[in-house]
Structures are given as C-alpha cells and as structure tokens.
C-alpha cells in the first residue's frame, strides 16, 4: 500500500495515480518512490497518471513524471499519462519537455484504451 499523499490503485494489471493535489519536490519524490514499489509489489504491468487536476507544472515535476515513467518502463510497466491541461502542456514545450516515448492522453478513457491495446499487442 502507498504511504505518500497520492493513492495509487490496482484495477486488473494496471495501476492508476490520480494527482488530485498540487505537486512539490518532496511530494512528487515521495510518489515516484510509491509508484515504482507498486510496480514490483502487484506485478503491474502498466502504469496510468492522471494529471487533469494540476494547474501547473514546473520544472521538476515535469521531469520527475518523465524519470517515473521511464523507471517504469524498465520495470516492465508501461505509462500513460492522462489528463494534460493545454496551459501545462504548453509550459512543458516552452521548457523543452515533449516527453518523447511517454504515451499521453487527453481522458482517462483513453489512457485505459491505450494500456488495454499495449497488453494486447505485448500477447500476440
């Protein structure tokens, strides 16, 4: 179970972050850490970070979210992240962070869809 302010929650293979509080360093660090003993401890093989309740992102953040993905990934868990704002998503281009090789979408329906189409293909 995680310890930090985020809940991370298990539906089928997946697990679901849903950042519904403003993010700082010690609190994103804190997550990241969450997220990735979440991965090993269920066996997850995907990952999904709703972001729609963030007004902004810095810097760090952005970066964090990026690495926590990327982490994932060599843990065999693919990420999306969902729910970008257009005013976040535009400051993360002015700061030079497209987030190549992370999946993105706009619902939360979408991210679903993308886990669920990324399992199928890795079976086939």
């Not at 535009?90 to 993308?114: H, K």
Request: aromatic share 4%; charged share 20%; no cysteine.
């Amino acid at each position: 179970m995680t310890s930090g302010p985020i809940p991370i929650l298990k539906i089928g293979s997946t697990l679901l972050a849903t950042i519904q509080i403003e993010l700082h360093d010690t609190i994103v660090d804190s997550f990241q850490n969450d997220a990735l003993e979440e991965i090993e401890r269920t066996g997850a093989n995907g990952l999904i970070i709703d972001i729609s309740a963030l007004e902004t992102v810095d810097s760090y953040v952005a970066r964090m979210l990026a690495n926590t993905a990327k982490m994932a990934k060599l843990m065999g868990a693919g990420t999306v992240i969902v729910g970008m704002r257009p005013a976040v998503a535009a400051t993360l281009v002015r700061m030079g962070y497209f987030m190549d090789g992370i999946q993105t979408a706009l619902s939360l329906e979408e991210g679903l869809e993308l886990q669920a189409s990324r399992l199928k293909s890795n079976t086939e």
